[in-house]
């Protein structure tokens, strides 16, 4: 190679990393967009900033009046209690999640101690998007690579860019984002675990630089969410069979020490992740829809739904049905000619084909175990399976690019006219993907947003100083935190037991020309609106303001 030739080679390396960091920061923008409009806050996403940052623990007692902050600094970091470690990691002991990102976001809270905001959630989950970009930009272009061969290289590099660009677009990761929990950093985990794997196969490297990394990697991330281990269970087990088939008994060995130190090391620092998974309500809830089988079709039809809705816009059949023309165009037209199986012998070829064929068995065997065993809540549950929608996607252009590529190189007559056809069919399926994602986006598909909330604390912002009765079922007063940035408005709330139908006769409640009440849903709720008009006789109508799961928002006056 020449100097010129080495000049165009790093000048066409710079505008690459250009367009990717272009598409990136274009990306977090608009992430930082839909952040700009979340408005409320999912139950779970409460109960992240409670189990990080508690400090005494929200009581709820029937007859009783809870101050502003009293209610607050369970969802803050208050100053001097900045970076609790060991109360993050004992308050998730007792629940059923690992550590990791509670200690992460407890990190971020305790930077800004005394406030609560989405921000400090957001903001999280945008610091693991952006290497979870460059790891999914990295696997798809190392994976589809064949070293010395420029145009393998070519339709690697725009396959690493239509996936990322696909993906980074897409609803359901935006929603990912938006949503304040440890999906998003789990998705970091399965990708530099895909990547590490594709990474050895290529290189047919198994040595320390493979497995030292594999080991942390399984650490972290079975210390984040325990389905990190089910995508690396499928993984390492087309691994294994792939290294026992090419007799590496001794890389074998080597790579089950290394994943076996990383998860016992994992269980020694956590060992109440051994209850969370075998007698946790999550656990065993798991392992009976699992042992279910009546329940597998519908289960695969919900999760493969919400992938179709929210990842493809409702294209994936137009995408699996084109996929299969084209192959089964080039597969005829192979054997027509003669040259099928011509390429069976080309190492390069088979590095691509097994890494291919490892991320198809992963994937496969991650989206049907946690189809079977994850909870079926509509569209939230996008999340279980958001750490395998990029490698998803990639495997969808992949075999939608590469007998495109096929045909293109079979029918080609000239070099440059053919790299014309493929730089236009390269911007037709960038449309298309763009197109797709943007009629998504437009149609609302972004979730976790909550904007109907926006009205509800305006007025709630606007009457901080009204008295505040919270009636509250009996049966579940812990849905109280469903209300939490609502009730941190008002300088105190009273709390009170929808079942008990005794008289209120606190003189703040009695006394009140105004009084503002959240009922749960409860069989007594009308009666205790009546409770409060006849303990009030400056009060005489209710009028309902605002209407949510479980809640209900009246103004007595």
Same mark, same amino acid.
């Given at each position: 190679?020449?100097?010129?030739?080495?000049?165009?080679?790093?000048?066409?390396?710079?505008?690459?990393?250009?367009?990717?960091?272009?598409?990136?920061?274009?990306?977090?923008?608009?992430?930082?967009?839909?952040?700009?409009?979340?408005?409320?806050?999912?139950?779970?996403?409460?109960?992240?900033?409670?189990?990080?940052?508690?400090?005494?623990?929200?009581?709820?007692?029937?007859?009783?009046?809870?101050?502003?902050?009293?209610?607050?600094?369970?969802?803050?970091?208050?100053?001097?209690?900045?970076?609790?470690?060991?109360?993050?990691?004992?308050?998730?002991?007792?629940?059923?999640?690992?550590?990791?990102?509670?200690?992460?976001?407890?990190?971020?809270?305790?930077?800004?101690?005394?406030?609560?905001?989405?921000?400090?959630?957001?903001?999280?989950?945008?610091?693991?998007?952006?290497?979870?970009?460059?790891?999914?930009?990295?696997?798809?272009?190392?994976?589809?690579?064949?070293?010395?061969?420029?145009?393998?290289?070519?339709?690697?590099?725009?396959?690493?860019?239509?996936?990322?660009?696909?993906?980074?677009?897409?609803?359901?990761?935006?929603?990912?984002?938006?949503?304040?929990?440890?999906?998003?950093?789990?998705?970091?985990?399965?990708?530099?675990?895909?990547?590490?794997?594709?990474?050895?196969?290529?290189?047919?490297?198994?040595?320390?630089?493979?497995?030292?990394?594999?080991?942390?990697?399984?650490?972290?991330?079975?210390?984040?969410?325990?389905?990190?281990?089910?995508?690396?269970?499928?993984?390492?087990?087309?691994?294994?069979?792939?290294?026992?088939?090419?007799?590496?008994?001794?890389?074998?060995?080597?790579?089950?020490?290394?994943?076996?130190?990383?998860?016992?090391?994992?269980?020694?620092?956590?060992?109440?992740?051994?209850?969370?998974?075998?007698?946790?309500?999550?656990?065993?809830?798991?392992?009976?829809?699992?042992?279910?089988?009546?329940?597998?079709?519908?289960?695969?039809?919900?999760?493969?739904?919400?992938?179709?809705?929210?990842?493809?816009?409702?294209? +994936?059949?137009? /995408? =699996?049905?084109?996929?299969?023309?084209?192959? %089964?165009?080039?597969?005829?037209? !192979? $054997? *027509? @000619?003669?040259?099928?199986?011509?390429?069976?012998?080309?190492?390069?070829?088979?590095?691509?084909?097994?890494?291919?064929?490892?991320?198809?068995?992963?994937?496969?065997?991650?989206?049907?175990?946690?189809?079977?065993?994850?909870?079926?809540?509509?569209?939230?549950?996008?999340?279980?399976?958001?750490?395998?929608?990029?490698?998803?996607?990639?495997? +969808?252009?992949? /075999? =939608?690019?590469?007998?495109?590529?096929?045909? %293109?190189?079979?029918?080609?007559? !000239? $070099? *440059? @006219?053919?790299?014309?056809?493929?730089?236009?069919?390269?911007?037709?399926?960038?449309?298309?993907?763009?197109?797709?994602?943007?009629?998504?986006?437009?149609?609302?598909?972004?979730?976790?947003?909550?904007?109907?909330?926006?009205?509800?604390?305006?007025?709630?912002?606007?009457?901080?100083?009204?008295?505040?009765?919270?009636?509250?079922?009996?049966?579940?007063?812990?849905?109280?935190?469903?209300?939490?940035?609502?009730?941190?408005?008002?300088?105190?709330?009273?709390?009170?037991?929808?079942?008990?139908?005794?008289?209120?006769?606190?003189?703040?409640?009695?006394?009140?020309?105004?009084?503002?009440?959240?009922?749960?849903?409860?069989?007594?709720?009308?009666?205790?609106?009546?409770?409060?008009?006849?303990?009030?006789?400056?009060?005489?109508?209710?009028?309902?303001?605002?209407?949510?799961?479980?809640?209900?928002?009246?103004?007595?006056?």
């Amino acid at each position: 190679m020449d100097l010129t030739d080495k000049l165009k080679g790093k000048n066409l390396k710079i505008l690459a990393a250009a367009v990717f960091l272009v598409l990136l920061l274009l990306q977090l923008a608009f992430l930082c967009y839909f952040g700009g409009h979340k408005e409320g806050f999912h139950e779970d996403e409460f109960y992240s900033y409670y189990s990080t940052n508690k400090t005494a623990g929200l009581f709820v007692n029937d007859r009783q009046w809870v101050e502003r902050n009293e209610f607050r600094n369970d969802f803050v970091v208050l100053k001097g209690e900045q970076f609790r470690y060991g109360i993050v990691k004992q308050m998730q002991s007792w629940d059923v999640h690992p550590p990791l990102y509670y200690y992460i976001l407890h990190t971020a809270c305790s930077l800004f101690p005394g406030i609560f905001s989405k921000w400090l959630g957001i903001g999280v989950n945008l610091i693991a998007f952006v290497p979870c970009f460059f790891l999914l930009a990295y696997l798809a272009y190392s994976c589809a690579a064949e070293k010395e061969k420029e145009e393998s290289r070519k339709k690697a590099g725009f396959l690493a860019f239509a996936t990322c660009l696909f993906w980074g677009f897409s609803a359901a990761v935006i929603s990912g984002v938006m949503f304040i929990r440890m999906y998003q950093w789990l998705t970091l985990f399965v990708l530099l675990c895909a990547c590490l794997h594709i990474r050895a196969v290529k290189k047919q490297n198994f040595g320390p630089s493979f497995l030292i990394p594999l080991a942390i990697t399984v650490f972290l991330g079975f210390m984040t969410q325990y389905y990190y281990i089910i995508f690396h269970f499928f993984l390492g087990a087309a691994f294994c069979f792939m290294l026992l088939r090419e007799k590496r008994i001794k890389d074998l060995i080597g790579y089950a020490a290394s994943c076996a130190i990383g998860l016992a090391l994992a269980i020694c620092y956590y060992p109440s992740s051994m209850s969370h998974i075998f007698r946790g309500y999550r656990g065993t809830e798991a392992v009976s829809e699992f042992s279910n089988a009546g329940n597998t079709i519908e289960r695969l039809r919900f999760f493969g739904q919400l992938f179709d809705q929210y990842v493809v816009n409702g294209n +994936l059949a137009g /995408f =699996l049905l084109i996929i299969c023309l084209l192959w %089964i165009t080039v597969s005829y037209l !192979e $054997k *027509r @000619k003669g040259t099928a199986g011509r390429n069976l012998l080309d190492e390069e070829r088979k590095k691509t084909r097994q890494a291919v064929g490892l991320l198809l068995f992963a994937c496969g065997g991650y989206f049907f175990t946690i189809s079977k065993t994850a909870l079926l809540l509509g569209e939230t549950s996008n999340r279980y399976q958001l750490p395998v929608y990029g490698i998803i996607l990639f495997l +969808l252009l992949y /075999f =939608l690019v590469t007998p495109v590529e096929m045909l %293109i190189n079979r029918y080609g007559k !000239e $070099k *440059r @006219k053919t790299e014309k056809v493929k730089r236009a069919a390269a911007l037709i399926l960038s449309a298309v993907i763009l197109m797709i994602d943007g009629t998504a986006l437009k149609n609302g598909r972004v979730f976790f947003l909550y904007e109907e909330e926006k009205t509800v604390m305006e007025y709630v912002k606007a009457n901080e100083d009204a008295a505040v009765v919270v009636f509250y079922n009996e049966a579940s007063p812990d849905n109280v935190w469903r209300l939490s940035d609502e009730l941190m408005v008002f300088s105190e709330i009273y709390l009170a037991c929808a079942g008990n139908m005794e008289s209120i006769m606190d003189e703040k409640i009695t006394g009140s020309d105004k009084l503002l009440v959240y009922a749960a849903d409860h069989e007594s709720r009308e009666a205790c609106l009546d409770l409060l008009l006849k303990s009030n006789e400056n009060l005489s109508e209710y009028q309902m303001i605002a209407q949510k799961p479980i809640w209900t928002l009246y103004e007595l006056h």
